[in-house]
């Protein structure tokens, strides 16, 4: 079972008559790649079947996955332009994976489908418990519909602080699911199913209303940070949401940072600069989120006004360790010195770590050396002893200047 990665990208960058000409156009060169005993049909949409038959051990379905992936993975040139996909493929095999066709396409479709979910454009042969992956994220989807009008979602914040001076500046905002059944949940686990279902939207504004009207509480100085999906980029009408719960929340603009993924800006990038421009004249900052993975393309940050780059956690996590990390990371912390940006680390949890990060002149930090992501409770609690501290030392201050 085939299943084309990045094909939405060529609908929505060059149109459904490039999507169409593509697809006409692979279908042609997979034609030519078939042997003897080989069949290839396209069955709908972005998706294909591939079969072998006379395959006496799996090694020998390899050749002719690979050869079909290869030719998916050919540019294609439309309008001068060249187009390029990938391909997730699903391999199933008579009789150890089931005798019927349907069995065979089912879980073969089920392989597919894993090895989309794991990064796209690799093969996966079928392997028991891909049915019961498949039916719990089917039935988190079922469960997530209600989710909210539940009151099952919970947001989280996580601490950020100043690298030079460890004060508290603010707090990104992390949604939980309190599921009946299973527990606390990670957004690892239902926002990848939300961003397919389409759910994200639903969230994603409870998310936001919920978080303005949480920092509408705190004091002037702390801000918080909103994750926002591409499906919400997408949206035409993001910046009047945002508009609209700033105003009924009455939180400063300025006090909103919207934090936003590479991968959710290169469908449409002149849309997503329209909706960033948008978004920065109401007086809200926009932040490159999870930077140093996916695409990072230098070009992103000259196309778009960033007001802050935050570094992926997993550079972080290996900086003390690994050469190449350690690189990365100062080189992003150059590179933002250099566009006036300021840069955020994620993922501090050692002394050794914020050392390095202040050393090279990293501005912000988050992460379990300040603290893990905390309840709004906690994160009140947390706010009014940081108050208190201040009001210490400015009293200390004022006693180191008063004459004896």
């Known amino acids: 079972a085939i299943d084309l990665d990045r094909f939405k990208d060529v609908n929505d960058l060059h149109g459904h008559g490039a999507g169409d000409a593509f697809l006409a156009y692979l279908?042609?060169?997979?034609?030519?790649?078939?042997?003897?005993?080989?069949?290839?049909?396209?069955?709908?949409?972005?998706?294909?079947?591939?079969?072998?038959?006379?395959?006496?051990?799996?090694?020998?379905?390899?050749?002719?996955?690979?050869?079909?992936?290869?030719?998916?993975?050919?540019?294609?040139?439309?309008?001068?332009?060249?187009?390029?996909?990938g391909g997730s493929v699903g391999i199933s095999c008579a009789p150890r994976d089931g005798l019927s066709a349907d069995e065979l396409l089912t879980r073969a479709d089920l392989a597919a489908y894993s090895a989309k979910t794991d990064g796209g454009d690799r093969l996966a042969f079928y392997c028991k418990g891909m049915e019961e992956r498949s039916r719990s994220r089917a039935s988190i989807a079922l469960d997530l519909k209600s989710a909210i009008q539940n009151g099952e979602l919970e947001l989280y914040y996580q601490p950020q602080n100043d690298t030079r001076t460890r004060g508290l500046n603010g707090f990104e905002a992390l949604v939980r699911w309190n599921h009946p059944e299973r527990g606390l949940l990670s957004p690892n686990e239902f926002i990848p199913i939300a961003e397919e279902t389409g759910l994200i939207l639903d969230i994603g504004a409870w998310v936001l209303e919920e978080a303005c009207s949480a920092a509408a509480a705190w004091p002037e100085q702390y801000s918080v940070a909103v994750n926002v999906s591409a499906l919400q980029i997408a949206q035409t009408t993001l910046?009047?949401?945002?508009?609209?719960?700033?105003?009924?929340?009455?939180?400063?603009?300025?006090?909103?940072?919207?934090?936003?993924?590479?991968?959710?800006?290169?469908?449409?990038?002149?849309?997503?600069?329209?909706?960033?421009?948008?978004?920065?004249?109401?007086?809200?900052?926009?932040?490159?989120?999870?930077?140093?993975?996916?695409?990072?393309?230098?070009?992103?940050?000259?196309?778009?006004?960033?007001?802050?780059?935050?570094?992926?956690?997993?550079?972080?996590?290996?900086?003390t360790a690994n050469k190449q990390s350690a690189a990365i990371v100062k080189s992003t912390i150059l590179l933002g010195t250099s566009l006036q940006i300021p840069v955020l680390a994620e993922g501090v949890e050692t002394e050794d770590q914020l050392s390095f990060l202040l050393q090279e002149g990293c501005q912000s930090v988050q992460g379990y050396l300040f603290g893990k992501p905390l309840r709004l409770e906690e994160c009140i609690a947390l706010i009014n002893a940081a108050s208190r501290e201040e009001k210490t030392d400015l009293s200390d201050a004022d006693l180191a200047v008063t004459p004896a």
């Open 239 to 319: 910046s009047q949401q945002v508009a609209a719960v700033l105003a009924r929340t009455n939180l400063a603009p300025a006090r909103l940072e919207i934090e936003l993924t590479e991968s959710g800006l290169i469908a449409d990038q002149a849309h997503a600069l329209e909706v960033v421009l948008d978004l920065k004249k109401l007086g809200v900052s926009v932040a490159m989120d999870d930077f140093g993975t996916g695409y990072s393309s230098l070009s992103t940050l000259q196309n778009f006004p960033f007001d802050k780059i935050k570094i992926d956690r997993e550079f972080i996590m290996s900086l």
């Open 27 to 85: 279908g042609r060169r997979l034609k030519l790649q078939l042997g003897e005993g080989e069949f290839l049909a396209r069955i709908g949409g972005d998706e294909f079947v591939a079969y072998k038959s006379g395959v006496t051990d799996e090694t020998e379905i390899l050749p002719f996955a690979n050869r079909l992936r290869s030719e998916i993975a050919h540019p294609f040139d439309w309008q001068n332009q060249l187009v390029k996909i």
